[in-house]
């Protein structure tokens, strides 16, 4: 009797531990992606905004010469780029880890049927 005390004490920890272990695993997985995404996020917004302010060769000898008619002009084009480029990266974003969280738990529910 005491002997199946200790079996069924011993299988609740074990169960309890295993939990623990799989929390830990998705929490850990939900915190790559996001920081994954994040990143490729960060690096998009970088080379977007680097292949749109590429400056030619005969603009950046005309620096010194400032331009009055059209700086509010592209000051306000590049608020609206911004603005553009902001919103498809957050919709870019959004579908990514939403594919990436489907994907995770196909991948969780096909380890927990080859386990049992």
Known sequence: MEREKLLSSTNKYKQALENQ?????????????????????????????KAFTKNSPEEKQEKGVAVTNN????????????????????????????????????QNEAASKNRA
């Open 21 to 49: 272990v799989a929390d830990l695993k998705e929490n850990t997985v939900r915190y790559a992606i996001q920081g994954l995404v994040f990143g490729g996020v960060a690096l998009g917004s970088y080379f977007l905004i």
């Open 71 to 106: 700086s509010f002009t592209s000051t306000l084009f590049a608020s609206i780029q911004s603005y553009i480029v902001s919103f498809l990266l957050s919709i870019a974003r959004e579908k990514l880890t939403q594919y990436l969280e489907e994907h995770l738990l196909k």
